[in-house]
């Protein structure tokens, strides 16, 4: 079992929680993740690692289905069932002249822990967020620590730009950038490739496709990247973001939607009590 040290609310569905996992944390390294399970009943769950210190690791959940809400619901001293990691190949971290990470909803997390080692090997960090609006642009002060240069976009209209494409465009055009970086939505990092294939710039993405396993054995992550098939749990998660095919992605993530959408619709019916003991919880 592993507990619960700290739970924030970020925003409206989006949730940090720091668990106790020192051997995980012993390992860890930007671009790995976890997979958890929140009690004995619950789906296996991957989560990118966010931030980890000697005896914890921390991870943001959006709450977007059964099994992120069974985390979400969580509160600080309660055990989480089963976690096992760190999973998937780390990011390359090296000095890389100037970098653009681009991130958006739970992203800001990973992205963050990418960009402080990206900058400690000497790479200078260019660093965009997509938030929904202002509420989901966390971790700002932490982000701003770690980069030269940070733009803020929402999706609802409060800042300058509504998302992340029109602004790291205009970067390209004004500077050279040697790579980049995107974690976040599937449809955020799609838009991103598409954005740098124009400048031959190489874009690194982390995919999520659906897991089970997460060491290789099910095949339910696999990807179709430059016409060959990959695990996004052990080949990836990040891949080459012009190779990926993403309307395959799209596909093979959206199979389960009615029957995700149902278990939710049933969990909700049996579990609205839990709100209410959360909330008495918290203070
Ligand atoms: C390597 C990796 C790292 C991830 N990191 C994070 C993270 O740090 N924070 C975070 O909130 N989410 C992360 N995800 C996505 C997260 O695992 C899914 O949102 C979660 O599994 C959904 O489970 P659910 O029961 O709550 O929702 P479900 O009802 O199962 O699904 C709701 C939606 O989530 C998508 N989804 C379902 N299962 C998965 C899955 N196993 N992997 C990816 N998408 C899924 C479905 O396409 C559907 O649109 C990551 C996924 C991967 C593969
Ligand atoms: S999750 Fe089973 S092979 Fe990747």
């Known amino acids: 079992m592993y507990e619960v040290l700290e739970r924030e609310t970020l925003a409206p569905g989006l949730v940090l929680l720091r668990i106790r996992a020192p051997q995980v944390a012993l390992k860890a390294k930007p671009g790995q993740f976890i997979i958890v399970r929140a009690d004995e009943f619950a789906e296996r ?4 690692l966010a931030d980890w210190d000697e005896e914890s690791v921390t991870v943001i959940v ?3 289905g059964v099994s992120t809400r069974k985390l979400c619901a969580l509160t600080r001293g309660d055990l989480i069932f089963n ?20 991130s958006g909803c739970f992203g800001s997390g990973p992205g963050y822990a990418l960009a402080k080692a990206l900058k400690e090997a000497g790479s200078r960090v260019i ?23 940070l ?43 598409k954005a740098t294939e124009p400048f031959g710039i190489p874009t690194r993405v982390s995919l999520m496709p659906l897991m089970v396993d ?8 696999r990807c179709s990247v430059g016409g060959e098939v990959k695990f996004g749990c052990v080949d990836g998660p990040e891949f080459d973001g012009h190779k990926v095919d993403w309307s395959l992605l799209i596909e093979r993530m959206r199979s389960y939607l009615e029957d995700e959408m149902m278990a939710l619709d049933l969990w909700e019916r049996e579990n609205w009590h839990r709100a209410l003991e959360r909330k008495k919880a918290l203070h």
């Open 45 to 48: 769950i991957p989560l990118s």
């Open 62 to 64: 959006q709450d977007v």
């Open 83 to 102: 976690l096992a990691g760190p999973l998937g190949a780390s990011s390359r971290i090296e000095k890389c002249g100037t970098v653009a990470v681009v």
């Open 127 to 149: 660093y965009i967020v997509e938030a929904r609006n202002r509420d989901w642009a966390f971790w700002l002060d932490r982000i701003e620590g770690v980069s030269d240069r």
């Open 151 to 193: 733009t803020v976009t929402c999706n609802d209209g409060s800042a300058e730009a509504h998302n992340a494409t029109g602004p790291l465009q205009q970067i390209l055009r004004s500077e050279r950038i040697d790579r980049v970086y995107a974690i976040g939505c599937t449809f955020m990092m799609m838009e991103i490739s």
């Open 214 to 221: 997460g060491t290789g054995m099910c095949g339910a992550c």
